[in-house]
């Protein structure tokens, strides 16, 4: 083929079955993704937000307006929906609160990046606004936080009751926040540095239906929710002698293999005693070690319970492993994998009393015991459930609290605040990433906005008072969605951590870069561009692959 005939004909170098979106539809792909996976929760933002009801493959029924927990239960297949969907994750592991934020200023970000875009914006020198103004912004965070003690009771549990305010929890908010402030006390320590530690690995969450959950209680030491193994076991041990098992106290099986001929009733009888004999032998190593108390994580063979039974040793079976790694901790006691090797140096040491009307063990370690268990009590599992999802999240930010000691205004008010600060601040940067600076501060004024859309109010009256208030010199001045005024939310007890905040700031602002920073989709096999483009897609009809978002419209 001659030279003149290869002019104008495009070089093919992919697939015939891949895909590639460049340079502004790639962009406009990638923000319209992540904008839908922002739209999906932000209706779930504050007090007043509203649940999802998730339906997974199998039929299984989540309802919830926590952020990760949606985000991460959608059936989601595309790739930059994922990536913000990190955000939640990463806001979650590192703070425990604070998802549904995150991620809705990830989405206003790249929505006002957008807008710069069009205005013929170079994406970098965006990117280098956003990142000039988190620093900005998370600087001015320290500087407006208070600083609050490990036990200042009074703020920490407004912490925990922020944290609850529109979830499940909210209801008993008081009593739950009580309980929240006195599990972390007993697992924080004092560094060496003065500064306190949270082991939350010592703090075990154990639910139960049936009452409400104004009856949950902070229990020291474990919950298992086990039955005795046998009727005639004890049902409580005050002096116990606990051994934690992960092997089965049953007949060893053979190898599949293995065949066994019986010509005889005598050589079926001698099998049968040489199993019972095999169990025999295990009930007596455990009785060798002065156990007198087994939880085991494997089965009890039905023989075997009745040796144990009869030698008066209380035993629980099919233990979850999560329940013997806290009762780990609590006794001071080794998991045992071999049941015949077990030692008395092995056993925990504490106390086992056994509440018939909760059908549960309480399980108490010695003096030095820190292990605590918040048992949380609901109408029905999934309301239980959603308790749950509540209270571990305050869990985390009243730990995270109590060892960052920073706290902020809530209900909007350091949003709008970070937001009038970065304006002064977008004045001495220079160049086009000035307008980057201020895209980010009305990004932050997403959630006040959205606070009170959520609780009916107009949210641009509403912006507009906030802001007055802070031009007055009031930096804590929040939206009270329950009454629509404007409030000192420090003294209205709405509170949130500082350390929180940050690292929204810090994710949002990261993913939305990284989004930001790409010009070319390279697929290698349908990218999902095809549909009715319902979700805001991307020119020519993409973007209808957020059909490709598992049918968010049937998730919501």
């Known amino acids: 083929m001659s030279q003149r005939r290869m002019q104008g004909q495009p ?11 460049k340079d502004k539809d790639a962009q406009e792909y990638n923000i319209s993704a992540a904008r839908a996976v922002a739209e999906a929760v932000r209706s779930t933002l504050g007090p007043k937000g509203m649940d999802k009801m998730l339906v997974d493959s199998m039929g299984d029924v989540t309802i919830t307006n926590d952020g990760v927990t949606i985000l991460t239960t959608m059936d989601i297949d595309n790739p930059t929906a994922e990536m913000i969907i990190e955000v939640a994750e990463t806001q979650e592991d590192e703070a425990g609160d604070g998802t549904t934020t995150a991620v809705a200023i990830a989405g206003e970000l790249l929505k006002n990046a ?5 205005q013929e914006i170079h994406p970098t020198a965006i990117i280098k606004g956003f990142h000039l103004a988190s620093e900005q912004a998370r600087a001015e965070v320290d500087d407006i936080a208070e600083h609050v003690d490990h036990d200042d009771e009074e703020r920490i549990k407004k912490v925990a009751e922020t ?9 008993e908010k008081e009593v739950l926040a009580d309980l929240i402030y006195r599990a ?13 530690v949270v082991d939350l690995e010592n703090v075990e969450i154990e639910t139960q239906t049936g009452r409400s959950a104004g ?3 902070l229990l020291q030491g474990a919950v298992v929710d086990k039955d005795p193994v046998h009727d005639d076991m004890p049902t409580g041990v005050e002096d116990a002698k606990v051994l934690l098992l992960n092997d089965p106290i049953e007949v060893e099986e053979a190898d599949v293999d293995t065949s066994v001929n019986i010509e005889n009733p005598d050589q079926l009888q001698q099998f049968l005693d040489q199993e019972e004999e095999q169990l025999r032998a295990k009930v007596e190593a455990i009785k060798a070690t002065g156990a007198n108390v087994v939880f085991c994580q494997k089965g009890i063979d039905d023989m075997a319970q009745h040796y144990l039974a009869k030698e008066g040793i209380l035993a629980a079976r099919r233990v979850k492993k999560s329940d013997l790694g806290f009762l780990q901790n609590i006794l001071d006691a080794a998991i045992v994998s071999d049941v015949e090797s077990a030692t008395a140096d092995d056993l925990g040491h504490g106390s086992v009393a056994r509440d018939d009307e909760d059908e549960l063990f309480y399980v108490e370690g010695g003096d030095e015991a820190h292990g605590v268990t918040l048992l949380l009590r609901g109408s029905t599992d999934h309301v239980v459930d959603e308790l749950e999802r509540g209270v571990q999240d305050a869990l985390d930010v009243v730990a995270t609290t109590v060892s960052d000691g920073r706290v902020l205004p809530g209900g909007g008010a350091i949003e709008v605040e970070l937001a009038s600060r970065l304006r002064d601040y977008a004045d001495s940067v220079e160049g086009r990433e000035q307008l ?21 109010l107009d949210s641009i009256d509403t912006l507009v008072d906030l802001r ?25 007890g709405v509170v949130e951590p500082a350390h929180s905040k940050e690292q929204a700031l810090s994710s949002a602002t990261e993913a939305a870069n ?6 070319d989709i390279i697929a290698a096999g349908d990218l999902s561009t095809e549909g009715d483009g319902d979700e805001g897609g991307a020119p020519g009809g993409g973007m209808g692959g957020m059909g490709g978002m598992g049918g968010m419209g049937g998730a919501m």
């Open 11 to 21: 070089m093919i170098i992919m697939g015939e079955d891949s895909q590639r979106v």
């Open 468 to 492: 007055a208030a802070h031009e007055g010199g009031d930096p804590n001045a929040g939206l009270n969605v329950f009454s629509g005024d404007v409030v000192d939310t420090f003294e209205a």
């Open 215 to 217: 009856e949950s209680e």
């Open 514 to 519: 990284l989004v930001l920073k790409i010009d």
């Open 114 to 118: 957008e807008d710069l875009i069009e």
């Open 163 to 171: 944290s609850m305010t529109g979830k499940g929890a909210e209801l």
């Open 436 to 456: 980057a600076v201020e895209a980010f501060a009305d990004a932050l004024e997403l959630v006040p906005r959205v606070l009170a859309e959520n609780a009916g």
């Open 184 to 196: 972390v006390q007993q697992v924080t320590v004092e560094a060496d540095d003065g500064s306190h």
